[in-house]
Structures are given as structure tokens and as C-alpha cells.
């Protein structure tokens, strides 16, 4: 498993084995000029800084997508959230091109909730840093407790449990939370798993107890989770979670898919959010390499 690898530009690779201790040749000095030692300093000095101003990070080993395929049959809260609609505008036969319109809300499929969503001063989608969005992946896994209790959420607890097997967690992290869920987008009814005897969604969530923590004891740049919310179905209309993270810097990812195909440590997540001026989040596609 490997973490982002720094390419550092032109940079002079190291001599292998056939460029060691070979003699070294003599040159004219008339007929060519040597470096000074000043010009030598100055040429490494603007070496470093452009390394430091613009380094490369590139992710490494097997990818795996951490995106649901997003549609018209997408569950959504219709009280907040209309369905996607899908039109067709051409095809090959008529137009010599085919081209859909989309019309969507931010907030849909697997996607980017921007600190802008609970904060007027907050980031809006387009201003996150894309240092922010390739992110160390942490994942804390309470699927067999929410297979029992579909509303249970992440707590202190299962972070400090985690923290004892895997070590603290990195900082600039993205700590995602394995609820199990994901494949119960296939089961119309499970995902949203609305109880119609008591009126409430029951899915798992984040504790504000365990945002508090990731926010003031530790150093995250976002949180995600394999729901439909940060919060659990059982208060979707009071979102004290997303008012601890969102308005911190945090930016939050819900909806995610496949996270038992990824450790629990070690691998590195690249967030492809959106970048419409002003957004408060928006549909994204999410990438891991292990």
C-alpha cells in the first residue's frame, strides 16, 4: 500500500549503479565555462522553492470507485430533495450526436456537502483547496452494530478503539464511516429504510459527541459516511452534526459506496468535487488507490 508520492519536477535523478565510482573526466577549461560556487547555491535555492510552491502528488497502487451510480430512481428526501430528471436533447440518428440535460439538486447520490451548506462564511464548493480533497483514508467500520441497531451512530469510542489498532489518525485525513450500507441501494425501500409505524428513516449517522472530537482533538479535512446523512434518519430535520463539522472548514461526503473493499488505514482517497461558482456541495465521483 503506498500514500502520495512527491514528484518533484526536473529533478535530477540519483546515478545508479553503472554512474558510481567511475572516473572523472577532465574538461578545457577555456572551452568550457565552470560554475561558481554562488551560482550553484542560487540554482538549488530556485530549484527548492519551485518544488515547494508547486509539488505533485500522485496517488498510487490498485483504484478502487467509491461512487454509486447516480439516476432518476435515486432516493431522495422529496421534502428537500426533488428527483434527478434525465432528458434526452439528441441522438446520433437525428443530430449526429447524442447529449442528455441534467437537472439535479447538490445534495444527491454520492456527493460533496461544502463547509458553505451550514455556513454563510464557509468554503462554497468551488473554494476547497484540491490539497484538501487527496486525503490520507481512515475508515472506522460499526457495521455489525448497525446491522443490529439501524440507527446507531459513530461515537468516541469507536474512534479511540480504531485509534488502538491503527494508530492516531493522520492528520489532513478523510475519515470515512463503514456502516455496512451500500449494497442496500440495490433493495428499493433499504436505503432510506423509512419505518412507516414511527415516521422516521432509520440509518446510521455521526455522533456530535465524535464530530466534536474529530474537529478539536484531532487534524481531518472531511468526514464521510456510507448514508444518506452525517446525521442518523432519526433527526434528518435537525443537523447538529453537519453544524459541528461544516462550519469548522470540514467538508463532509455522504453517501459513499464500497468502503469494504479498502483498509482501514493506508490508502489514499481523491475527491472529485464539483466546481459551480457558489455551490454549497454537489455529486461527485470518489476514488481510493491501495
Same mark, same amino acid.
Given at each position: 500500500m503506498c500514500g502520495p508520492e512527491t514528484i518533484l519536477g526536473a529533478a535530477t535523478p540519483s546515478p545508479g549503479p553503472s554512474q558510481q565510482n567511475q572516473p572523472t573526466q577532465s574538461? /578545457? +577549461?577555456d572551452s568550457q565555462e565552470q560554475p561558481t560556487e554562488a551560482g550553484v547555491e542560487a540554482g538549488v535555492e530556485a530549484?527548492?522553492?519551485a518544488v515547494k510552491a508547486?509539488?505533485?502528488? !500522485?496517488?498510487?497502487?490498485? !483504484?478502487h470507485d467509491l461512487t454509486h451510480v447516480l439516476g432518476a430512481d435515486w432516493p431522495v428526501f422529496e421534502l428537500y430533495v426533488k428527483p434527478m430528471e434525465i432528458r434526452r436533447l439528441a441522438n446520433l440518428a437525428e443530430h449526429e450526436y447524442n447529449a442528455f440535460e441534467l437537472t439535479y439538486n447538490e445534495h444527491i447520490g454520492t456527493h460533496v456537502d461544502a463547509p458553505a451548506h451550514f455556513d454563510d462564511n464557509g468554503l462554497s464548493v468551488e473554494r476547497i483547496p484540491a490539497e484538501r480533497l487527496i486525503a490520507p483514508l481512515a475508515v472506522v467500520r460499526v457495521g455489525e452494530r448497525a446491522a443490529k441497531d439501524n440507527v446507531t451512530e459513530l461515537t468516541v469510542d469507536d474512534l479511540?478503539?480504531?485509534? +488502538?489498532?491503527n494508530g492516531r489518525i493522520p492528520d489532513d485525513a478523510l475519515l470515512a464511516v463503514d456502516n455496512g450500507w451500500s449494497d442496500r441501494i440495490d433493495t428499493p425501500g433499504a436505503f432510506l429504510n423509512f419505518d412507516e409505524a414511527d415516521g422516521h428513516y432509520r440509518y446510521p449517522g455521526i455522533s456530535v459527541e465524535a464530530a466534536h472530537f474529530l474537529v478539536e482533538e484531532r487534524s481531518v479535512v472531511g468526514v464521510g459516511i456510507d448514508t444518506a446523512s452525517l446525521e442518523p434518519g432519526t433527526r434528518p430535520a435537525d443537523p447538529f452534526t453537519h453544524r459541528v463539522l461544516l462550519p469548522a472548514g470540514k467538508y463532509g461526503i455522504e453517501n459513499?459506496?464500497?468502503? /469494504?473493499? !479498502?483498509?482501514d488505514v493506508g490508502a489514499t482517497v481523491v475527491v472529485g468535487a464539483p466546481k459551480?461558482?457558489?455551490?454549497t456541495g454537489g455529486p461527485a465521483r470518489v476514488f481510493a488507490f491501495v
Open positions: 574538461t /578545457d +577549461s530549484a527548492e522553492a508547486s509539488p505533485l502528488y !500522485v496517488p498510487r497502487g490498485a !483504484v479511540l478503539r480504531w485509534e +488502538s489498532r459513499l459506496a464500497h468502503l /469494504d473493499t !479498502v483498509p459551480h461558482a457558489g455551490g
